[in-house]
């Protein structure tokens, strides 16, 4: 597992509805309209629905990642899925926990296509959502 490597984690990360994620991610997703696409009145205005759906969902021997599912209201009167995923360390120098997230029809130079999906878990992506909640 990663908390017995010689520099270890802990398996601490941040919760789905921790605001200091929710900042961050409209926070960023904000610089990146105004200042790419220039259309800064696509800001995020908020957050709702927001669940876990997985955590260390590739493995135990990897970096520890919560990932999450939420709707975000844009400024525009839309409502949108994003998915972003919650990564212990990964910060900025590795500082931090790190976030990387997808708004689904907004990715718009493909970087988790299809749909965000490739911000998912693993066995969700290649197996199904069915495959996480079936017992067996």
Known sequence: PAERRFSPYVGNMYKCDEPAVLSRIQGVWLTTQAGIWHTP??????????????????????????????????????????????????????????????????????AYSPACSSLRPFAERFLGSKALVEKY
């Open 41 to 110: 009145e696509l800001a995020i205005t908020g957050f709702d629905r927001v669940r876990e759906i997985g955590e260390r969902g590739n493995g135990t021997e990897y970096i520890p990642r919560r990932y999450c599912i939420a709707r975000a209201h844009l400024a525009d009167n839309t409502v949108h899925t994003a998915i972003y995923q919650i990564q212990e360390g990964q910060g900025i120098l590795g500082f931090g926990d790190g976030v990387e997230y997808c708004i689904i029809g907004h990715d718009k130079l493909f």
